[in-house]
Nanobody
Framework: QVQLVESGGGLVQAGGSLRLSCAAS????????MGWFRQAPGKEREFVATIYPNNGWRTLYADSVKGRFTISRDNAKNTVYLQMNSLKPDDTAVYYC???????????????WGQGTQVTVSS
């Protein structure tokens, strides 16, 4: 079992930055693929980014955030991060972190989910 708690969301102006954190409890955090997803009002949940287990040498990003967002992990702290720069109003959503066993952009491959943190980008 893995429990995930996101933090770091908030209100920011367009062009600004935020760093989201996701703290995991439970054993073997380093063995999990960690992903970030988001859901805007009235829209389906969508993939944002994911990172390999252990040293996280491989990452994958949605085209809409590539070059602006960076996912990273600190296994000593059982935490995964999402650094978000050059934020746009379209990035407004509830952001969720997730843990799974497969490196995938498909949310169905992730077994554990956090409760989410709201990110609002004003124009």
């Amino acid at each position: 079992q893995v429990q995930l708690v996101e933090s770091g969301g908030g209100l920011v102006q367009a062009g600004g930055s935020l760093r989201l954190s996701c703290a995991a409890s439970g054993r073997s955090f380093s063995n999990y693929v960690m992903g970030w997803f988001r859901q805007a009002p009235g829209k389906e949940r969508e993939f944002v980014a994911t990172i390999y287990p252990n040293n996280g040498w491989r990452t994958l990003y949605a085209d809409s955030v590539k070059g602006r967002f960076t996912i990273s992990r600190d296994n000593a702290k059982n935490t995964v991060y999402l650094q978000m720069n050059s934020l746009k109003p379209d990035d407004t959503a509830v952001y969720y972190c997730a843990a799974g066993s497969y490196f995938s952009s498909n949310g169905l491959e992730y077994a554990y989910w956090g409760q989410g943190t709201q990110v609002t980008v004003s124009s």
